[in-house]
């Protein structure tokens, strides 16, 4: 039996990755809510807490779990990765200490500036506003600060974007001081954002194809930040605006700092190293570190997987993933979000949604749903995605548009996502930094 933590769209990628794998896996579920895409798939499927260590184990050994992903951050925060080894249970995903590396901004700039690795922004940690304002006065125009902390993606703000003078950034900085937090002020970087994604066992790692994720909620990235409203990777295994080196230097900062992380902790860490890269003028930089893979960059890549999934699994948890095969097919992709009308400010709950227009489900992902009288509803975030594949990503866009439009209910998506027209923009926006 493989537990799997977590039932979002990316627990449904990775549910569907296992159900393919030929050694046709029994699947258990602990879900935070119901999943009808990965309820259809798993053996076992429960709804309760993911991010209890205790209640997770006993789960676990109820269903005779030989193995458990976990999907999400919030478990890794919990340290449950690490109660699961410590019960004898092989886990994807890595021990608390080692999910700093997403939990906390300030140790990942550090580990980073402690072992040389390229890529860090100037940067400094605070815990008091002691120094703030010089230290904004260096930066100028182009700063970032950070909560030292998870905050749902609401923590980053950004100059330009949500802070227009020096005194908004310290207003800022007032508040996370007296909330008792302690927090990043750094460098903005300019230029185009994307994820690389590495499958680590320790030692080894084995990397997906770039993503780009598109942050804003609206059309032509305008609006409020979300978790991502679609993605897209391309049939080459690069992105359109990037250089070969580009992708060769994210990949080496991947390696670098998976060797870094088992230096800190004399352990090594084991599951997805995901990359928030940005490439500039002056090359490419790290924005910051997941410990996990992406929602939606889960469903770019996970459908592209050529390899047993089960196999890459037990690869990272037995420190031999270079022995594995692992290898992705030569085809574009374009996932499209919908999500509820009013998301993610105040976004409708417990409307029905109806998807059985779409004509191929195999690739519908189902998210933030629940089943109320044997109807879905959405449950108030990101609801359903739909990823179209195909040669090139004009087709694969066509797909994905055509079918996410035919979920019906109180929802929108971006049209914009993976069309050549935001396409070429990325691309003229590189253009104008290299030059
Ligand atoms: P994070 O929570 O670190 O992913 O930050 C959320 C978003 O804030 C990122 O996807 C970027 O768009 C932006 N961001 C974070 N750090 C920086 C930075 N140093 N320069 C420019 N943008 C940043
Ligand atoms: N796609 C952004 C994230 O998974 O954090």
Not at 234 to 256: G, M, R, V
Request: proline fraction near 5%; include cysteine.
């Amino acid at each position: 039996m493989i537990l799997l933590l977590g039932s979002g769209a990316r627990e449904h990628a990775i549910a569907r990755a296992l159900a393919c794998s030929p050694q046709n896996p029994a699947i258990a579920c602990l879900a935070a809510n119901k999943n009808p895409g990965i309820q259809k798939l798993a053996e076992q499927f429960k709804v309760g807490s993911i991010s209890d260590p205790k209640s997770v184990v006993s789960f676990a050994q109820k269903c005779c779990a030989k193995l458990t992903i976990i999907g999400p951050e919030a478990p890794l925060q919990a340290g449950v990765a690490d109660a699961l080894w410590n019960a004898g249970i092989p886990t994807v995903g890595p021990k608390k200490a080692h999910a700093q590396i997403e939990t906390s901004k300030g140790f990942t700039r550090d580990l980073l500036a402690k072992y040389n690795i390229p890529g860090g922004p100037l940067y400094r940690r605070f815990d008091s506003l002691d120094g703030v304002a010089e230290f904004l006065e260096e930066l100028g125009e182009d700063y970032v600060v950070k909560y030292d902390g998870l905050m749902g993606g609401k923590g980053v703000k950004v100059s330009g974007d949500h802070l227009h003078s020096h005194d908004e950034a310290l207003d800022y900085c007032t508040k996370l001081v007296n909330r008792g937090g302690s927090f990043v002020v750094e460098e903005k970087l300019i230029g185009e954002e994307f994820s690389l994604m590495s499958f680590c066992d320790g030692e080894h790692l084995a990397h997906m194809p770039p993503v780009q994720d598109h942050k804003r909620a609206y059309e032509g990235d305008e609006g409020p930040n979300t978790g991502g409203m679609g993605s897209y990777s391309d049939a080459n295994h690069s992105l359109p605006f990037l250089t070969d080196d580009d992708i060769s230097h994210a990949q080496q900062i991947n390696e670098t700092t998976a060797q870094a992380l088992k230096k800190e902790f004399s352990e090594g860490y084991k599951g997805v190293l995901y990359g928030g890269f940005i490439a500039t003028a002056d090359g490419v930089k790290l924005i910051e570190y997941n410990a996990r893979l992406g929602d939606p960059e889960a469903m770019n890549v996970l459908p592209l997987l050529e390899s047993d999934f089960v196999e890459v699994c037990h690869g990272i948890v037995n420190g031999n993933l270079d022995e594995r095969n692992v290898s992705f097919s030569r085809r574009a992709t374009v996932c499209k979000y919908a999500v509820p009308e009013g998301y993610p400010d105040s976004p409708v709950k417990g409307e029905p949604i109806d998807v059985s227009s779409v004509t191929d489900t195999s690739q519908l992902y189902y998210a933030s749903v629940d089943m109320k009288d044997g109807t879905l509803i959405e449950a108030g975030s990101r609801t359903v995605a739909y990823v179209g594949i195909a040669g090139s990503l004009v087709k694969a866009e066509a797909k994905a548009g055509r079918e996410i439009s035919k979920v019906r209910g109180p929802l929108f998506h971006r049209t914009d996502i993976g069309t050549t027209e935001l396409i070429k923009k990325r691309v003229e926006h590189m253009k104008t930094l290299r030059n």
